[in-house]
RNA sequence: GGACGCGUGGCCUAACGGUAGGGCUCCGGUCUCCUAAGCCGGUGGUUGGGGGUUCGAAUCCCCCCGCGUCCGCCA
């Protein structure tokens, strides 16, 4: 496993340890990096140094560097680069071959492992999306499946051993409202979606059922009727339910698959009432000394619990019959069994139902809870989407559209290039755009939807990403594989501020994994991957490879370049395209 | 009304408590040379407002304002 960052990092770190005592330091010192100016790879702040020397900051950063300095020249530390002081700050400036052949050899040595760790061992249960089987995805919630499909990538390349659940709500009125429609209405009736998948066929159906119900007693009551066969295990009922879900899942399903999502399984609803766990949940909550019952219907005091806002969770009905929270609760006791962590992505209006999850698994002793990662809404300028009211954007659409915009790039810039180029390469870009727009904000942020941002190709952009990578694919298709530098003597004629500056950050890949995946935040690697992007362009365009005397080592420099930036879309879900 | 989250140049956005970085737009350069979806330069900021903690606050605490979400024996 080779982290080159981290391992300069800690070379510092024990420098700074080994010195500390000298100076009447306790503690260790921070250690940041320094991104503006060129004054350092790694920065100490010495204003907690002040204090106790009682000397000013500057003096204090001096004081450091002498003693650092001088345990060097005893051979009692390595510093792998010279030191300098500016402000309250020492700077570690890495000599320039020593950060070539780490971070080359790294690369080199793990290919499309750079940037991945040894196993954990620890699992994950990540549940995402998890939406409701009665319509086609909209751009609403779109932020579900791709933070939760990026961040399966980012904790399984941080070691975790992941596996990817959804949650298909297959009981409950939906469902049968759906099962209803689809029945009564596809006979009346031709569709009026505009295309042939089934959960844009079927969602008209729902929608017409909906409207029926408001304005005939009749359909509204054989709901009603339904969902009740349904909830005492009637046979016919579950089987009508079950079909309208099967196939409402089929063009769903085909959404995940065309952004390059991959759920591992689709735990159902019904099986925790058919399997008996929501019944023994309802018996463990009612036996606890924060549950109450009102008029037949059992809750727990939240208060008492020490929750602020509602007063009261119910898990039954009056009737005894079991809530959606009840099954959410016996979900998650059963998730907990088959994972170390537990982790979903829910939108923020989960916000206060997730604790009272939480409240209610700590009654039932459950010792995994789940952690949770919420997102906000896109919505559009005229408010949020809402599949009724017929304001949304579905990402089929987006998909399209982002696909059709890049195919026209694509045809008017190579106009050489095959048919089947055309649409592999504008497919990847189209995506790609769509994948990185939405994980590149931090997920609490509001989001509002317009097309000129969803379908952006420059920039900050997966294109962006994606072209640096192209141009560094030609690089190495011309060198036709000319040889790459190997040698330390042959990295260290890469002193060019633009290849150290590439050097530098490729060699973050690892730790900036391994932060995404610690904090649960996946933002961060996209904002990591512009910047190596824009690197990769400076250096193209100041610094010629191919001809040049270092040829060699700049080939080096540039498969590795190639390397991160492949394994770090792929990490986002966006396909590394070798020519576009 | 209460709870949680968000508020950074015209627009979008980043920043373990450590010198506010990017992108879009706009203005000016740049393809006989490895892909100009690029590169180089310029305009534009008292980080919503006010207090406090700190050597140091966009970041932590308090108050206010604005936006989002939630406050069902719905899912």
């Keep these: 496993m080779a982290d080159p960052f981290g391992t300069f990092e800690q070379q510092l770190h024990s420098a700074l340890a080994t010195v500390a005592p000298a100076l009447g330091v306790h503690g260790a010192l921070p250690i940041t990096e320094v991104p ?205 339910v079950a079909s309208g879900v099967r196939e409402m899942l089929v063009g769903m399903q085909q959404t995940l698959r065309d952004l390059d999502v991959t759920i591992d399984v689709w735990d159902y609803e019904s099986s925790l009432i058919s399997d008996g766990s929501t019944k023994a949940v309802v018996e463990g909550l009612s036996s606890s000394p924060h549950a109450g019952v009102e008029e037949g219907a059992h809750f727990l005091d939240l208060a008492a619990l020490g929750l602020g806002g509602k007063e009261r969770f119910y898990f039954t009905r009056g009737d005894g019959t079991s809530l959606y929270t009840t099954r959410d609760v016996a979900y998650h006791r059963a998730k907990a069994r088959k994972a170390d962590r537990l982790i979903n992505i829910l939108g923020e209006d989960h916000k206060q139902q997730a604790a009272e999850l939480a409240a209610a698994l700590k009654v039932l002793d459950v010792p995994t809870l789940p952690e949770s990662v919420f997102y906000s809404f896109v919505a559009l300028p005229e408010g949020r989407m809402s599949t009724r009211s017929g304001r949304v954007v579905f990402i089929d659409d987006l998909i399209e559209e982002s696909v059709k915009r890049a195919e026209a790039e694509v045809r008017a810039r190579r106009p050489e290039l095959s048919p089947e180029e055309w649409a592999k390469i504008s497919r990847h870009v189209g995506i790609g755009a769509l994948r990185y727009n939405l994980v590149r904000v ?47 003597q042959q990295f260290s004629t890469l002193t060019d501020q633009r290849e150290q500056a590439l050097l530098w950050t490729i060699g973050r890949f690892p730790s900036l994994v391994r932060q995404c995946a610690t904090t649960l935040e996946v933002h961060h690697l996209p904002s990591y991957l512009n910047l190596v992007a824009t690197e990769c362009n400076r250096f193209y365009e100041h610094c010629p490879v191919l001809g040049a005397p270092q040829q060699a080592a700049r080939l080096s420099l540039v498969a590795a370049t190639k390397q991160t930036l492949g394994n770090g879309l792929r990490l986002l879900g966006i396909e590394p395209l070798e020519q576009m």
């Design 36 to 240: 503006p100016e060129r004054t350092g790879h790694l920065a100490v702040p010495c204003f907690v140094l002040a204090k106790p020397l009682k000397v000013r900051p500057e003096e204090a950063a001096l004081r450091l560097q002498a003693a650092l300095e001088t345990a060097a020249s005893e051979s009692r530390i390595e510093l792998p680069g010279s030191l300098s002081t500016a402000g309250g700050f020492l700077n570690l400036t890495l000599e320039p071959a020593r950060l070539a052949a780490s971070v080359l050899e790294a690369v080199q040595d793990e290919g499309a492992r750079y940037g991945h760790w040894p196993s954990s061992g620890t699992t994950v249960l990540l549940e995402h999306t998890s939406a409701n089987p009665t319509g086609p995805f909209h751009v609403g919630r779109a932020r579900n499946p791709i933070l939760g499909d990026t961040l399966a990538r980012v904790l399984r390349a941080a070691g975790d051993i992941v596996e990817v659940h959804y949650w298909v709500n297959d009981v409950g009125k939906q469902v049968v409202i759906l099962s209803w429609g689809v029945e009564h209405m596809a006979r009346l009736t031709p569709s009026a979606a505009e295309r042939e998948k089934p959960d844009h066929q079927l969602v008209t159906y729902y929608q017409q059922a909906n409207a029926a119900m408001e304005t005939d007693p009749t359909v509204a009551a054989a709901v009603d009727a339904r969902l009740r066969a349904l909830e005492s295990g009637d046979r016919s009922a579950r089987e009508a």
């Design 442 to 488: 931090k997920a609490a942020k509001n989001i509002t939807f317009s097309w000129e941002e969803a379908l952006s190709f420059d920039g900050d952009s997966a294109p962006f990403l994606q072209y640096s990578h192209a141009r560094c694919a030609a690089i190495l298709r011309k060198a036709a594989g000319a040889p790459a530098a190997s040698s330390v």
